[in-house]
């Protein structure tokens, strides 16, 4: 089994799919064309499951980072007898830059390796396993590299030296002095889409040189952030940024499937797929970490998606395939053990058809902080955000699953109606842009009896804060949106007591946040929710409370790893990173949570 820390591990993008590679220079978790496709390289899930390494034989110790604003990764390992960088990239779209990252990006992994001093001796090991590993590819040699086929696909790996093919690996041994340099590319095809593809090390080169500037120019484009912890937002920004889909607009929760939630348990979830809550989030994120240029790309993708199902009555689907796909039935393979024996590993979401009613205003609360981006939106588009505002107001009385997607009765949970109440509020703010002020009064009305509702069934005297169900004294950090979304002042008596609460008792002994403790019908523990402590700074930093906002902050961030990355949770006591990895949730914390002190400071310092 996978025994790697999952913080050991680097992103990168291409912004339609994703890899995973460990601080040993091994490529682990690969998924072709799409980030939710079966993967080519699954070792992190199973030790028979594929995996890429590039590394000095021998002894040696590494350092590695992104090349400037990029998601390009550098590592260099220093051995003995010398030095040796690797570069590695998923290779973007010829000449694609700006607004356009993403746009023809070939499905192609690059790593080139250079000495650049005394001499190092390099181990390559190719071991591709298509479909998650169950496919065992046919190897055979080919003028400019290797060909694999496995099935309806086939990958092509570009190579200047010789590999010895052997069971299910490409192997080679290549000697390298200072300035020696090899680049290796695999390239990804469907079967029958045209003959194989094999670049030469011009092409390496050029083709890697040109996803640098493609990262380089959309951050130049969009990042212009300016406040404390600027380098972790503007890292925050470009892996919410690699984490989108361009060919739809879709956005993942994260680009990994089974991390657990705590080693050796079945807490195990795949996660790349596209939540509306998530996404929706992610846009506001991206609002302070750079410039959501995509919102309305986004907003397209998901009136295409569900405008049909709310336009007909239904309820809106909480989730969606990249590519728009509505059905995503969730299954085991039980032929991969899982990290650290994590099992079941799973693939597809069981929450796909649960009801979540806060997604509604997750939904509107995005498009409400991103107005200047609706004006141009196409009337389908614009009824779509009516219909969801409306469904909220017919639905909020319903009992749901709630945003922690709770697998077990459906219960009349404080955040979603909350939620339902910003669907409502945003919508009246936006009615203008939405073509719909004869719907003001309606909303009006719902909008102060929901706010009614929270007011006396969301407060619990016995737990003296606003709980996560009404009737029930359990604590919950959802809770502390009431004042992040507006709903409650700041400094009001009540959000101030559930911050103390939550603060107090729902708190690891590093001052890390659960998101709750009570059952919630799945077996297992769980670790504590980053995104969680970053809302508890968020939340601070709104009450004036900002030395004690900044504490919170860094005691979450401490925990990203050397190259800015965050996972979902943190073990309680190993300070181990867990789940799905990089989690955008706990990026989109960070962002605002970043942004809400910033703001809190400045006003402190104009009093």
Known sequence: MSSEPIADYALLSDCC????????????????????????????LGPEAGFWLVRPAGRHSSTRRYLGPTMVLETTHTAPGGRLTVTDA???????????????????????????????????????????????????????????????????????????????????RVSLRAGDGLGFALHFQARGNGKPV????????RRLEDTVQGWTSWSEMH????????ELVAASGRILQALS???????????????????????????????????????????????????????????TAAAAQLAGGEELQIMFGVGGERELPERELTHLPGWRGSSPVRVGNGAWNQRQLDVYGELLDAAATLPEYLAELEPETRGFLTNAADAAAARWRDADH???????????????????????????SLAGLLQAEDKVPAWTETRDRIAASIRSEGWNDAAKA?????????????????????????????????????????????????????????????????LCTFWLAHALALAGRTERARA?????????????????????????LLGNFPQAFSHIGLVNAAWAISEAEARSGRE
Not at 33 to 42: E, K, L, T, W
Not at 119 to 148: C, K, N, Q, T, W
Not at 198 to 205: G, K, N, V
Not at 553 to 567: K, M, Q, S, Y
């Open 17 to 44: 799919s994703a890899a995973l590679v460990s601080a040993a220079g091994s490529v682990d978790w690969l998924c072709f064309p799409r980030f939710d496709s079966p993967s080519v390289f699954g070792r992190i």
């Open 90 to 172: 998923l290779v973007l779209g010829d000449g694609k830059r700006g607004h356009d990252l993403g746009a023809d990006s070939p499905g192609t992994l690059l790593r080139q390796v250079v000495c650049t001093e005394g001499s190092v001796d390099v181990e390559v090991v190719l071991s591709a396993r298509p479909d998650y590993g169950l496919a065992r590819p046919l190897m055979s040699p080919a003028e400019g590299g290797i060909l694999f086929r496995a099935g309806d696909s086939a990958l092509f790996f570009s190579t200047p030296v010789p590999f010895e093919l052997t069971g299910d690996n490409a192997l080679a």
């Open 198 to 205: 094999f670049w030469s090390q011009a092409d390496i080169a």
């Open 223 to 230: 990042q212009n952030y300016q406040g404390p912890w600027q």
């Open 245 to 303: 889909y361009y060919p739809t607009g879709a956005i993942v929760a994260a680009p990994t499937t089974s991390l657990p939630e705590v080693a050796g348990g079945t807490r195990n979830w795949d996660y790349r797929y596209s939540w509306i809550r998530d996404a929706s989030m992610t846009l506001q994120a991206l609002w302070v970490a750079a410039c959501p240029d995509e919102a309305g790309k986004f907003f397209q993708f998901l009136s």
């Open 402 to 428: 709630g945003i922690w997607e709770v697998r077990g009765e459906r219960r009349h949970y404080l955040h979603s109606k909350l939620l339902c109440w910003v669907a409502v509020d945003r919508a009246i």
């Open 466 to 530: 606003y709980t996560q169900s009404y009737g029930s004294a359990d604590l919950d950090a959802s809770a502390l949106m009431l004042s992040i979304v507006g709903f409650l002042p700041p400094d009001d008596p009540g959000i101030l007591a559930t911050i103390e609460a939550i603060e107090q008792r729902l708190t690891d002994s590093r001052g890390l946040v659960y998101r709750y403790r009570s059952e919630d019908g799945i077996p297992g523990e769980e670790g504590t929710f980053l």
């Open 552 to 576: 919170v902050f860094e005691r979450a961030a401490a925990f990203a790893t050397d190259l800015g990355l965050l996972a979902e949770e943190v073990a309680p006591d190993s300070g181990e």
